[in-house]
């Protein structure tokens, strides 16, 4: 249910040979129904968001938003990218790196450090 351009050939790479171009139509009634901003006010854990700049599926200010609403427990982490440009590259391994050091420091490794610069959400 996604139009951005080459988003065929960029979910066949990711899903492999067997993926196929097609979505029941009842899928349709719950994409509106998702607002994650909502919510987020409710979370009592800590919440890592990763954002793309450039995105054109996910909106940047949407997640903001999200992020500002879940409070002092978000963590905002913000990349030069679109949707499906940290799926591979360097710049997946730059977000799974992000992701580690937040679980680490999350669950208390002593020396987890986050290698990317943090953002309180107010």
Not at 20 to 41: S, W
Not at 50 to 73: E, F, M, N, S, Y
Request: hydrophobic fraction near 45%; include cysteine; glycine fraction near 8%.
């Amino acid at each position: 249910m996604m139009t951005t351009p080459d988003i065929e050939r960029i979910s066949a790479v990711m899903a492999g040979p067997t993926w196929r171009n097609e979505v029941c139509a009842r899928a349709a009634l719950k994409v509106g129904a998702n607002r994650p901003v909502v919510h987020a006010g409710r979370l009592a854990c800590p919440v890592l968001f990763q954002v793309g700049l450039h995105d054109r599926i996910a909106p940047p200010g949407a997640a903001r938003r999200t992020a500002r609403r879940a409070g002092p427990r978000a963590r905002l982490a913000e990349y030069p990218l679109d949707h499906f440009d940290v799926y591979d590259g360097p710049w997946q391994e730059r977000a799974l790196a992000d992701q580690l050091g937040f679980l680490a420091r999350v669950l208390g490794s002593s020396s987890a450090q986050l290698p990317f610069p943090q953002k309180e959400m107010q």
